[in-house]
């Protein structure tokens, strides 16, 4: 169990939880950085360490479209689009990451008391609804906003607004749940009552999450 009665307590007046998925309910970023840097690297793209997780809740797709213009690589669409496929699979390839309990715990504890829960997650909704699902997530939730059904992703509010329009809550009744500075913008952006860092709970162990030997 996560340290959740101390480090964060279900609120009066708050009628909506909304999580982000990748690095908050899911210990998917160790796997995406390995991934993504891959693919990057057989493409002339230089991701590091420092840079993904620094963006970490952009859309990988204008990340690395903001890596191609810095680092004068020619692009287009057709190039983006066979980036995105080949992080993609080699994501897959290394298999279902595990639930990050101390997040999940909070989740679960807000849908017995009788709370609205959603994602909000700037990742392709297939493999975001697939992670969720494997781990027995999926169910848990009452609405999931993913990066195709916005105009903008993080740290554009788009995602929380949506996730808290499809929960019929306000969204100055709801409490958003992120493990990335640029995520929790996007929620103050929406006007979130409160935001919590998960990053700060003493059980959130996630995979090589630190830019451990990288510039």
Do not use: W
Request: charged share 30%; with cysteine.
């Amino acid at each position: 169990m996560c340290a959740m009665t101390s480090a964060f307590a279900l609120e009066d007046g708050i009628d909506g939880y909304v999580f982000d998925c990748d690095g908050t309910l899911i210990d998917t970023m160790g796997i995406f950085y390995a991934a993504d840097a891959r693919a990057c690297a057989e493409r002339g793209v230089r991701l590091s360490k420092r840079v993904f997780y620094d963006l970490a809740g952009v859309p990988l797709r204008d990340i690395v479209r903001r890596l191609c213009v810095e680092q004068g690589v020619a692009h287009d669409e057709a190039f983006l689009d066979d980036c995105m496929s080949a992080c993609a699979a080699y994501a897959l390839e290394m298999g279902t990451p595990e639930r990050i309990e101390c997040v999940c715990d909070i989740a679960r504890a807000a849908k017995r008391a009788g709370k609205k829960v959603a994602v909000a997650s700037s990742g392709a909704r297939e493999t975001v609804t697939r992670h969720l699902a494997e781990r027995e997530l999926l169910d848990l939730f009452d609405h999931v906003v993913c990066v195709e059904d916005v105009p903008r992703g993080k740290p554009a509010p788009d995602l929380y607004a949506a996730a808290a329009r499809g929960l019929g809550v306000d969204a100055n009744r709801c409490v958003a749940f992120e493990d990335a500075d640029l995520g929790m913008e996007s929620a103050r952006a929406a006007g979130y009552a409160r935001v919590v860092d998960v990053r700060k709970f003493s059980e959130y162990h996630p995979r090589d999450y630190l830019c451990e030997n990288e510039p």
